[in-house]
């Protein structure tokens, strides 16, 4: 089954405390990129990956890192988290040339910074 | 990638056919429409992409005028189920850019 799948589904956190949301896909997709969403304001990009070892800054980067390895994963990384940085996170991907066809979700992830 | 606007919410009643608008003034010639679907603490899922005139899969059609200024989602018969944030983006679908969402248009169906 084709699926996008990120891990863990819920995270409670402290200030400052480095963590990394994993997100895996099986499709053998090249574009992998991350969101954040929150009440009101939508989905916004925060990283995207167009290829393997090949990233760039979405509309929301700052406080983020990602990194793509291997063209399966696409971990992020929250050296250290502040309380701003709760919300909701969903990993996508999908084909090259052709994100914008049909992107594929995570289940998201939901994260409280205290 | 061309900035998109959509009502901020909207209502309708089971059965009904329920047609969401989306302004894109600035579209560009190499852009495609797409419309996604999100339900509450769900990640977002493709319904159906357009360039001109009329699409229509097994869930939507999607409306495309001559000038491409505009689209309409049109989704038939309506249920609670369809009760989600309807998404639509605009863009170069073979050029490696960001994507961006807007905020969508809450759909509500009432019984």
């Known amino acids: 089954e084709a699926q996008v799948t990120q891990n863990p589904r819920y995270l409670i956190t402290v200030t400052g405390k480095k963590l990394t949301v994993t997100c895996s896909q099986n499709?053998?997709?090249?574009?992998m990129s991350w969101y954040r969403q929150d009440p009101g304001l939508g989905l916004r990009q925060i990283y995207y990956s167009m290829n393997v070892e090949v990233t760039d800054k979405g509309d929301v980067p700052e406080g983020y890192k990602v990194s793509r390895k291997e063209k399966r994963n696409f971990p992020l990384i929250l050296e250290s988290p502040s309380p701003n940085q709760t919300s909701l996170y969903f990993c996508?991907?999908?084909?090259?040339?052709?994100?914008?066809?049909?992107?594929?979700f995570g289940q998201g992830t939901r994260l409280t910074v205290v | 990638l061309a900035k998109t606007t959509q009502p901020i919410s909207m209502d309708s009643y089971e059965g009904q056919e329920v047609n969401i608008t989306c302004s894109h003034n600035?579209?560009?010639?190499?852009?495609?429409i797409t419309w996604y679907q999100q339900f509450p603490s769900q990640g977002p899922r493709f319904i159906i992409q357009?360039?001109?005139t009329k699409v229509t899969n097994e869930v939507a059609s999607l409306f495309i005028p001559a000038d491409r200024k505009s689209s309409t989602l049109s989704l038939p018969r309506v249920s609670l189920s369809d009760t989600a944030v309807y998404y639509c983006l605009v863009g170069d679908r073979d050029r490696d850019d960001k994507i961006i969402f807007g905020k969508g248009t809450r759909l509500h169906i009432l019984p």
């Open positions: 600035n579209i560009a010639t190499n852009d495609y």
């Open positions: 499709m053998n997709h090249e574009y």
């Open positions: 357009g360039y001109k």
């Open positions: 996508a991907s999908s084909l090259r040339g052709r994100r914008l066809t049909e992107a594929f």
